[in-house]
């Protein structure tokens, strides 16, 4: 499915007044089915909101289509940030979003989470960047959360009601009840008047806005991490500079180890070349030779690897394949020529008694 098909609203932050406001203002004027759509929460603890100063998600559909959309956090707008996905047709998923936290235009951290629209369901999908996540790596096809190492899979039931606001999970404060600019290109509080479906679309099922009591309340210590938790090891995995808040420099030449005996640089978490800078010839959020971390080589069964984010990707299928199931970790697992649900393309069935030749449904 392309993600045309999918409508994303401006990131904002969590409190839609002026949409609550276009609907009191059209009246329910009758009974339609509720919009099927998910609203993507990017949140940050305190330690990593103060080392970024953007928040940017990334949504890839079913069929590989990239869309993205981002926000500055120097407006004075708390978090979290939201996002509304539209789902109007084509597979319910699934569709992947990255939550990526930046300092200028270095990713600090990110966060991968693959989900399914529910239909008619409005729910949260709530992304939370915490500093633990820092230090900590996980073996794809996991990836770190609050809790530690998870799958990257969202089950239906961990996406939370849509309630018309959404708070903080955190210490935090709560997001403003009202919503100014975001900047000056991202307006509005929440999803934008251009994606307001009928009037009553925004009222789900009578119970879809009351969660079970503890469904916000996490385990008292969850977004305490140890109190060293947020100091990398020396040979960490670190891209340039990307944990290193405005007001730190760059290590000083003359300060580097007198002992230091200059190498071409590696991808080794070293100081090779003694400048100071520790793997700076190697771009670990795009090079498919240390996609993430060094040495960490994307693959792809009958494809081209790609690396965005620090994360391996199918950046394309040889000639008769396909990545139907959208996963990297099964490359495109389908030969289009031979597969008789997948006949020359993804969903394409061959049915009474046809079967798939070079692509083609025959009999």
Known sequence: MALSTLSLARLGHAAPRALLALVALLGVVGCTSPRTEVIVAADADRTVSRLIDTIRIDVTSPSGALRSASASLDDGQSMPRTLGLYFTDGPLGPYEVVVTGLRGSSP??????????????????????????????????????????????????????????????????????????????????????????????????????????????????AFVPPPDAFVPPADAFTPADAFTPADVGPLDASASDAGCVPTAELCNGLDDDCDGDVDEDFDLTSDVEHCGACDHACTVDHGTPGCSSSRCRVAACDTGYANCDGRTSTGCEVNTDTSNSHCGTCGNACRGGRHCAAGVCTF
């Open 108 to 221: 600090v951290l990110s966060r991968t989470a693959r989900f399914s629209f529910v239909p008619e369901r409005t729910l949260v999908l709530r992304v939370t960047l915490v500093a633990r996540c820092l230090t900590t790596t996980c073996r794809d096809p996991q990836v770190c959360a609050e809790q530690g190492c998870r799958d990257v899979d969202i089950d239906p039931s961990e996406l939370e009601p849509w309630t018309g606001t959404i708070d903080r999970l955190d210490a935090g404060e709560p997001g403003p009840s009202d919503g100014g600019d975001v900047d000056a290109s991202i307006r509005d509080a929440g999803r934008p008047d251009a994606f307001v479906p009928p009037p009553d679309a925004f009222v789900p099922p009578p119970d879809a806005f009351v969660p079970p009591p503890d469904a916000f309340v996490p385990p008292p210590d």
